[in-house]
């Protein structure tokens, strides 16, 4: 088993910046890829940023590229997301997740292990 808390998160104009952190504990001697998904109100969780075991690879979806970086620190079990240029549409629970499968993964069933979430609102 895998734990995963998520921090980071509150309110920011548009335009501004955070940094999510997302902290691993339990079973990480296995190899995980990250992930950070994002579940608007009323709206389905989304992919938002992939990061591989060794933190060489990342990806991220469309809507996120060249704003937010995804990097991971191993030896201390935590995960990142520095979001820059935040919008009004960035709002909405984040969420940290954990997954065995190699390869990229958007999927949300492709994860294993969640954190509880991170409230990120961005005003106008």
């Given at each position: 088993q895998v734990q995963l808390v998520e921090s980071g998160g509150g309110l920011v104009q548009a335009g501004g910046?955070?940094?999510?952190?997302?902290v691993a504990s339990g079973r990480t001697d296995s190899n995980y890829a990250m992930g950070w998904f994002r579940q608007a109100p009323g709206k389905e969780r989304e992919f938002v940023a992939r990061i591989s075991r060794s933190g060489g690879n990342t990806?991220?979806?469309d809507s996120v590229k060249g704003r937010f970086t995804i990097t991971r620190d191993n030896a201390k079990n935590t995960v990142y997301l520095q979001m820059n240029n935040l919008k009004p549409e960035d709002t909405a629970v984040y969420?940290?997740?954990?997954?065995?499968k190699i390869n990229v993964r958007t999927q949300v069933n492709d994860y294993n292990y969640w954190g509880q979430g991170t409230q990120v609102t961005v005003s106008s």
């Open positions: 910046s955070l940094r999510l952190s997302c990806y991220y979806a969420y940290c997740a954990a997954t065995i």
